[in-house]
């Protein structure tokens, strides 16, 4: 088993920026690729990037040039950068990994999961 636990969650103004972090602890050796999803009262989670253990990275079309995501091996640790938010990002972020290659976008292929952080940002 893997456990996720995501923190930097919050309330923001349009156009601020925020950093999520989420580690992983247990078997960590057994997942590959790590990503971040997100998700709004009705509607279905999505994809909002995602990276692998060698650093590669894969990014929703929302997102591409606002977010980052990055990988820090050491501390089996990976963060999502968010820039200039929008009121459109607000949602629950969920960390998720996966024993496979993280370029699988459906949340169904995924394994593991965070309990969630609230982003907000306000208009």
């Known amino acids: 088993q893997v456990q996720l636990v995501e923190s930097g969650g919050g309330l923001v103004q349009a156009g601020g920026s925020l950093r999520l972090s989420c580690t992983a602890s247990?078997?960590?050796?057994?997942?590959?690729?790590m990503g971040w999803f997100r998700q709004t009262p009705g509607k279905e989670r999505e994809f909002v990037a995602s990276?692998?253990?060698?650093?590669?990275?894969f990014y929703a079309d929302s997102v591409q040039g606002r977010f980052t995501i990055s990988l820090d091996n050491a501390k089996n640790t990976i963060y999502l950068q968010m820039n200039s938010l929008k009121p459109e990002d607000t949602a629950v972020y969920y960390c998720?990994?996966?024993?496979?290659?993280?370029?699988?976008?459906?949340?169904?292929?995924?394994?593991?999961w965070g309990q969630g952080t609230q982003v907000t940002v306000s208009s």
């Open positions: 247990g078997r960590t050796f057994s997942y590959y690729g």
């Open positions: 998720a990994a996966r024993g496979a290659s993280a370029v699988v976008l459906t949340p169904r292929a995924w394994n593991y």
């Open positions: 990276i692998n253990t060698n650093s590669n990275t």
